[in-house]
């Protein structure tokens, strides 16, 4: 089975690792994606930064998948998070068979509040979300 997962400021919590050990049983791969964050409005933030703090992210859930004997790979993206999925979905071998999205809960999540769920489960198509 492979997985996607995609996730950004929530990808190194211990819940994302959770849901993808419940996918266990038989080889498992997962692919995780972290989309750079894009700040709405207020502060200037580099986007190097930026980036590097998605790589730090990214290289800790790897290390974590990686320590409960999960084979994972990970790749930090510039794009928004349904065109990652997108992108990924077209491009990964072998093919995805489930989309992980981890976010905040729904107080704190722009994710949610942007309806960014639904719409990767229209870009997944048949793939459950």
């Known amino acids: 089975m492979h997985l996607l997962v995609v996730a950004n400021e929530t990808v190194t919590g211990r819940k994302l690792i959770e849901a993808v050990e419940q996918h266990r049983g038989g080889e498992l791969r997962v692919t995780v994606i972290c989309p750079v964050n894009q700040p709405e409005r207020g502060y200037v933030v580099y986007e190097d ?3 590097a703090a998605a ?3 990214l290289d800790r859930t790897v290390s974590m998948l990686r320590e409960e004997g ?3 790979f990970g790749l930090v993206v510039e794009s928004d998070p349904v065109t990652a999925v997108r992108d990924a979905l077209a491009q990964l071998e072998p093919p ?3 989309v992980i ?3 905040h ?3 704190k999540s722009g994710w949610l509040r942007k309806n960014v769920i ?3 489960r229209g870009v997944a198509r048949e793939r459950p979300v």
Do not use: S
Request: proline share 5%; net charge positive; charged share 35%.
């Open 49 to 51: 930064t930026r980036r």
């Open 55 to 57: 790589g730090r992210r």
């Open 70 to 72: 999960i084979a994972a």
């Open 96 to 98: 995805v068979d489930t």
């Open 101 to 103: 999205v981890a976010t």
């Open 105 to 107: 809960p729904q107080q």
């Open 118 to 120: 639904d719409r990767i």
